[in-house]
């Protein structure tokens, strides 16, 4: 596939969102319907085929928006950009069958790894679309501008890897903390599970508790390795030990680095200041100020908290997104508006909602 | 006070917020902020005075904000319009001293009540600026356009009330039921009642369950048999018993109405149907759909539902919306638009956020 | 079936739970295994067979309880009573099969409905054991002690009209309330629609809203409108309006009733304080006091208030329950209490837990 | 003071509540007011002395306790044992005015470190009652049972060390783990927060969100360093950090640690496996299994997890209870039933509750 992935500004953007009935289908109209630049023309849900979206989504029954598909039945004419928020798995086969000319903008875990083995070990089989996976561009917009700007397919990030990385990139690259000491106690709010019926997602079960899940088996571990390996010029290996809290939106991660020689919070905190100096949507909070989930709910904001550790030598970093949003559609959008050369910020400008 | 006050079109509306450490407070400034035509100025919150927005509402620490000031120390020279969002009976003082040149659109209690003996005998004390009571204008924006559109002092509905009402008037003005016998079942989110710490609203206290309060006592009732009481032409007295739900936002009014010989449910539903057809934040929703609060949650939406029961010459009734939103400050905006002779919707069409 | 039922006192009842993995098999088994006259001998669970009931429940994996098998698998030699909590619909054919010397207590709504046509109308299904029906006792136990005292076959009611029935029963017995005038406002917590995972009961779905459900079509109306029509003595037909609400356990109703002539709520409050002044689990709460479902949660109480309305000629009542206490395991229970002659309160004393 | 104090068997134990108006305070009703050796005699709470426990937890409303009083108006006469739950700071001086008699079982902090410098330091004051703190053992039931049984005053633990030495006590004392690299993330419900109203801990504050709290500076960091360097046989320092978790009850801690060359994480979980396998109250749950606190929500359970990390030489442990059980009110009658020789589950044998 050799075709030229100029950026473009032009008035309207035409859009196809596959899977759009699932939580990130629904969080990606909720915003591209308000974008100025976009308009939804094609949407895929397989088991709603037929159906309004309002069907499937009450809160946005108002909207004009075409009638789900199924995928196999889609017009791809005129599109100009597909969002893919299939299930794993499921992606690589569907995107392989687009025109060439459609951008990709994927926020499933299909074209994440950028070793085959590796997805195939963490993902369970071989991946099926190896080439397509050679042209994709991990989608960290603050990390990978530019070569998002050209592509044809963006592989966006887990909300994980995007809370993470944001945090640590800056971190490794500099070699201001010590790359083989990351532990990331992760926190997530129950919707990134997904709208798929679970016996661990209901309310009963996931309500009024706390548990870890997928300890030291998480498929967003290879993702972050894969990244600060990359920051870090070598291989590198950290814990990462997610939990389920009872809340539907949000995720916040608690992270425990020691630091090289002579190195102090405050030298972390500085690097990560200037960093995001100029970025519009992270933003280093204040010393004192602790990051709650609270305070990015349903924004494209993330927040990044350095404090001192009582352990000498020890750093205790923390970073907050909303997972629907800058941990997966926001994101999409995000990387959309560097793809068509628009103002990053268009139709990202939602305020947190708090309460 | 014989200022005229024309509806005017100008680039930029110049705000005060009054009470701005509040929820509902938070919430104007989420959506001014983001209003294309308001300026937010003045910023006012007597106990917070001198700190940034930030400080109080750390998810609004990135907005570039006037800092809080005392509301004796607030300079009113230039400002358009003030939202006060003071606490009930603290209003009407303040209100007192603005400039004459200064709208006000009051989202507290103390302006609704046109009967200034009612309101000393629901709030406790005599009301303490008559004169200005009587030029207030009640601000149901889709029952009092015209007349909110030439007022200087617009006195936003309660939450209550506006789901009340919305769904009530219609039906009592063309005697489509038995204006004796109306039963609202009202159920509302934790943030409407505010946030001063109180034991009754600790996450503890108002989580995991449910209970009535204010049994036959809140002062929501006076003021939606106020305007019912006008609908019919006749003095109504009202059942009105709410519910404290474990959310934070939204609300939910269950209404059991009785019908008059002859009529249906489905008369009920075409008389709001048409009623509310133009209007850009009302909607009936079709037959078989359920109203939700999350089907509203963040938008200035206001959901109605109608049902027959099984109960012969009965009907349910189920209204739902934001109690911050169009409960609140997003009809308090929805009224500046109008009293300024914007499009209505102008800054209000964020979509609901689900989930 | 001929057997004789008299009342015994044993040392030692054993016990079987059909449908041991549902919410309502887990409240049993909770209660049960620290019930000092109960032993567990044998548990169904068909999708678990063969597991320990910790795998199923880990808040339960430390009690010394049978492994899980299929219901055809158990074996009910030496059973002196059974616990039904199978889904609907199911119970019938496995009752039918089970020895004439076992008792069973249903907890499922197969037997709830004395009426078979009225059942085949709800349910959707001719009933499959119509001789089974005719000797089911309705289990409330408080109206029902001497017929359940005797009885092989117990249905517990619904959780919906324990609350309902508990309230108004006495009521509509002494003609209290116009009994063609019952508006029954009922709220519950999510665990009342079991653990099998569904769209509807979601976290995300579920949590931070509220919706009303089954409008004037669920199945606890029927089963209201057996009872009352039988203390009225003819038949009745009543409103009722459930609503899901963001929590695991708890039930509230708020209903709202007419006067006849001349009565006052505080005859209501009379009447109810003298019916169950003797009863250890239904309490009439003082006057001011309102009850809420965390006065009740993981206890066998009920709770009732009673309120005079604003609107002359009517009274608001409120009942409250655990649904899965009260409603469905503890009252089942306590119904075994009844059945064996033990003292009603054996194993049921704990207290409300809260917060 | 050089009373003796023996362990005896009594038939029944006179009981003060020190602060029964907190939450702690009404899980001790809860569970003692079930106990079958207790009878709760005094209750103070100074800011409703006179009114009955039911008008201030209307779910204990049922049982037939003494009127609240003020502490300086109890009556100590026959008193043989007082559990202390009120605020930090304030229980020194009022137990230092208790008769020699009456023992005393503190769940505040004011007792719980041994070094009255490290007190200062910590709790912001001079230690008043220097003299008490010396004969105070610390209530870890399971690892001071011994020193408890003898005891006049035990100081209860607070509920993250609880979580937290019960875990890592055992490791540390036998090498296990590497004691200088020990980062405990701690997740725990609003209730740890106490029923004092504050903004923090609202339900529009503290819901639908998370975010760590009192980073580097949590006053339970010394309590588990002075226990586990004891345990070490010198000074640790540790990470610490506490989040605040959308529940009302439950703590969890994951517990990142280093493992001594050629160590395991199945040499960890053997070990605790070992020491633990005669506790009533502490289970290691087994390999696959995940602890939630889901499953010790109302119990006096603590459950313990351990973990194979992806990084080598590292593993994860996981250790939750409910906080106002074992880790508070539950254990303060743990220790009595031991300072009084009775069996030491007696009262305790409340299964979790779930949902």
Redesign the interface.
């Known amino acids: 596939m050799t075709l030229e992935h100029r950026p473009m500004t032009r008035e309207t953007i035409r859009v196809g969102v596959l899977g759009a009935s699932g939580?990130t289908g629904?969080d990606l109209v909720?915003l591209g319907?308000?974008h100025p630049a976009v308009e939804i023309t094609v949407m895929t849900a397989n088991a709603h085929a037929g159906k309004p979206m309002g069907a499937v989504?009450?809160?946005?029954?108002?909207?004009d928006l075409p009638r789900l598909v199924r995928v196999e039945d889609a017009d791809w004419d005129g599109v100009d950009a597909v969002f893919c928020g299939l299930p794993h798995g499921t992606t690589q086969d569907i995107i392989a069958t687009l025109p060439g000319s459609v951008r990709v903008i994927d926020m499933s875990a299909d074209f994440r790894l950028r070793d085959i083995a590796t997805y195939a070990q963490w993902y369970g089989h071989e991946h099926r679309a190896p080439e397509l996976q050679k042209e994709a561009v991990y989608g960290l917009t603050e990390h990978y501008r530019t070569e998002i700007a050209g592509a044809r397919l963006v592989a966006c990030p887990g909300c994980y890897p995007t809370a993470a990385l944001l945090l640590l990139i800056p971190l490794v690259e500099h070699g201001l903390i010590e790359a083989d000491d990351i532990?990331i106690?992760a926190?997530s709010g129950?919707?990134g599970a997904g709208?798929s019926?679970?016996?661990s997602?209901?309310?009963?079960?996931?309500?009024?508790?706390?548990?870890?899940?997928s300890?030291?088996?998480h498929r967003h571990?290879p993702e972050i390795e894969q990244e600060l390996s990359r920051a870090a010029g070598r291989d590198l290996?950290?814990?990462?030990?997610p939990?389920l809290?009872?809340?539907?939106?949000?995720e916040?991660l608690?992270v425990?680095v020691r630091l090289p020689g002579g190195r102090t919070a405050a030298d972390l905190r500085r690097a990560l200041e200037e960093r995001y100096a100029a970025e519009p949507f992270v933003?280093v909070?204040p010393e004192g100020?602790?990051?709650?989930?609270?305070?990015?709910?349903?924004?494209n904001?993330c927040l990044i908290?350095v404090?001192?550790?009582?352990?000498?030598g020890?750093a205790?970093l923390?970073s907050?997104l909303d997972n629907?949003v800058k941990g997966s559609s926001g994101q999409a959008l995000q990387n959309m508006n560097v793809m068509f050369g628009l103002d990053e910020t268009t139709g990202l400008?939602?305020?947190?909602?708090?309460?």
């Open positions: 939580y629904a909720r319907a308000r989504f009450p809160h946005l029954a108002e909207l532990i106690d926190k129950v919707s709208r019926p679970k016996e997602t209901l309310f009963c079960e996931a309500g009024e508790g706390l548990s870890p899940y300890v030291a088996r571990a290996v950290i814990n990462f030990t939990h809290v009872p809340m539907s939106r949000g916040l608690t425990y933003r909070v100020v602790v990051p709650a989930t609270q305070h990015v709910r349903g924004s904001h908290g404090f001192e550790d009582r352990v000498p020890r205790i923390v907050t629907l400008e939602q305020l947190p909602m708090f309460p």
